[in-house]
């Protein structure tokens, strides 16, 4: 099947194809549902908190002050991360959560996606998440994963008055991309936007200071 690369992944024309025809009318159909289902109160402190990072294994290098902050300002939080499994090492090495807490799908195949995708969302449901944070910049799979999980708190890049992916209103601490600023801040900004009271969310951020470092790997010697 010539939509399939031989390291059984998807081709990337396949999935952009799927987030587009599938994605539009799920993100709208969910951004109604949420207009009239009540909303559920936050949790304060949160106690679980996801972070979806799913095809980019160099945002999840960029990504850990975001987990460092996090850990800072949340610490009785257990963060989860929900990925592909082909990114899954990479996660492992870098040490941010605990094993445990790693959500792997498996994007091998569509039914192997689908798959996954449905037993990670009833795990994720039977962990009680707080709150989201959507790190995808360009994906529609990332909003909707968001909303199925039953989070009260779902913080996500937003368009605004940009150009910009249609993806619905399924995220209600919506912070808006910016290309200029480093991608680290701006997974930092995803973190304080969970309690971010400017509009839009993260606006107040500033750049000051240098910009944050990534720490060193601690490899075992035999590794």
């Keep these: 099947d010539t939509r399939f690369r031989g390291d059984r992944t998807m081709n990337v024309d396949t999935q952009r194809a799927i987030d587009r025809w599938a994605g539009v009318p799920i993100c709208a159909l969910l951004s109604l549902v949420g207009r009239l289902v ?9 106690r679980n908190i996801l972070i979806v990072l799913l095809s980019e294994m160099g945002s999840l290098v960029l990504a850990q002050p975001m987990f460092a902050r996090l850990k800072e300002r949340h610490p ?15 996660v492992d090495m870098l040490g941010v959560v605990p094993r445990e807490n790693v959500i792997a799908i498996d994007d091998g195949s569509l039914v192997a996606f689908a ?3 449905l037993s990670a969302l009833k795990r994720l449901r039977a962990t009680g998440i707080d709150v989201v944070i959507d790190c995808e910049l360009f994906a529609r799979i990332s909003a909707i994963f968001s909303y199925l999980s039953g989070a009260a708190v779902r913080v996500g890049f937003h368009r605004h008055t940009q150009e910009g992916l249609y993806r619905g209103s399924l995220v ?12 680290s801040r701006q997974f930092l900004t995803l973190a304080n ?31």
């Design 38 to 46: 009540p909303r559920r109160a936050p949790a304060k402190p949160p």
């Design 76 to 90: 009785g939080a257990a963060v989860h991360i929900l990925l592909l499994g082909k990114n899954r090492e990479v």
């Design 115 to 117: 798959r996954d995708s």
């Design 172 to 183: 209600n601490r919506p912070v808006m991309y910016n290309p200029y600023r480093h991608m």
């Design 193 to 223: 936007a969970i309690e971010s009271t400017s509009s839009p969310v993260g606006k107040d951020e500033t750049d000051e200071g240098a910009a944050p470092d990534s720490p060193m790997l601690d490899f075992a010697p035999r590794e």
